[in-house]
Antibody
Framework: QVQLKESGPGLVQPSQTLSLTCTVS????????VHWVRQPPGKGLEWMGR???????YYNSALKSRLSISRDTSKSQVFLKMNSLQTEDTAIYYC????????????WGQGTLVTVSS | DIQMTQSPASLSASLGETVTIQCQAS??????LAWYQQKPGKSPQLLIY???SLQDGVPSRFSGSGSGTQYSLKISSMQTEDEGVYFC?????????FGSGTKLEIK
């Protein structure tokens, strides 16, 4: 069945770079797009960006200067890197999958909490 | 960016009561709207897409409606397991944007 799982450090120091991995199973990254969404504790959801099935990327303009999404299709992994982290980047980071040609997120990872603190 | 305004921010309902949550977009999103339910400590779960299509496995007491800039999610008979936070999301334009959420509790 379709599964997504995020992994990465739980704690990042201010001004440092965050690196997260989303490992997927049950589908191919060459058939479906994977998005990243984050949620500060107790707050709402923010769409960050996406890796399209054809390798194209698109980012939220609010994060574009700091954000990079890449993938390794042979390992079924999508990577998120965001630099210059600040305390307001403390959030649960989710990777999600959309249906082909759709915009709604039918599958979500469990999320990984990233705390930005010294 | 398309702004999504949800109301109310919170509400409490009795078992069996009908609940309605509203979502307004800052421009016409042509039914490009999804609804999610999130329970504490869990990932959001898709309920409705295309404004009114029920996701597989979601109870039929959930329904979505609306057009243009105004949309709503209705729970026809509130159950204990429906407690949680509900979010709307537009899919017409990037960046994809979400409403701020509605916290639903049992009265």
């Amino acid at each position: 069945q379709v599964q997504l799982k995020e992994s990465g450090p739980g704690l990042v120091q201010p001004s440092q770079t965050l690196s997260l991995t989303c490992t997927v199973s049950g589908f191919s990254l060459m058939d479906y797009s994977v998005h990243w969404v984050r949620q500060p504790p107790g707050k709402g959801l923010e769409w960050m960006g996406r890796m399209k099935y054809d390798g194209d990327t698109y980012y939220n303009s609010a994060l574009k200067s700091r954000l990079s999404i890449s993938r390794d299709t042979s390992k079924s992994q999508v990577f998120l890197k965001m630099n210059s982290l600040q305390t307001e980047d403390t959030a649960i980071y989710y990777c999600t999958r959309v249906e082909f040609g759709a915009y709604w997120f039918a599958y979500w990872g469990q999320g990984t909490l990233v705390t930005v603190s010294s | 960016d398309i702004q999504m305004t949800q109301s109310p921010a919170s509400l409490s309902a009795s078992l069996g009561e009908t609940v309605t949550i509203q979502c307004q977009a800052s421009e016409d999103i042509y039914s490009g709207l999804a609804w999610y339910q999130q329970k504490p400590g869990k990932s959001p779960q898709l309920l409705i897409y295309g404004a009114s299509s029920l996701q597989d496995g979601v109870p039929s007491r959930f329904s979505g409606s609306g057009s243009g800039t105004q949309y709503s999610l209705k729970i026809s008979s509130m159950q204990t397991e429906d407690e949680g936070v509900y979010f709307c999301q537009q899919g017409l334009k990037y960046p994809l944007t979400f409403g701020s959420g509605t916290k639903l509790e049992i009265k």
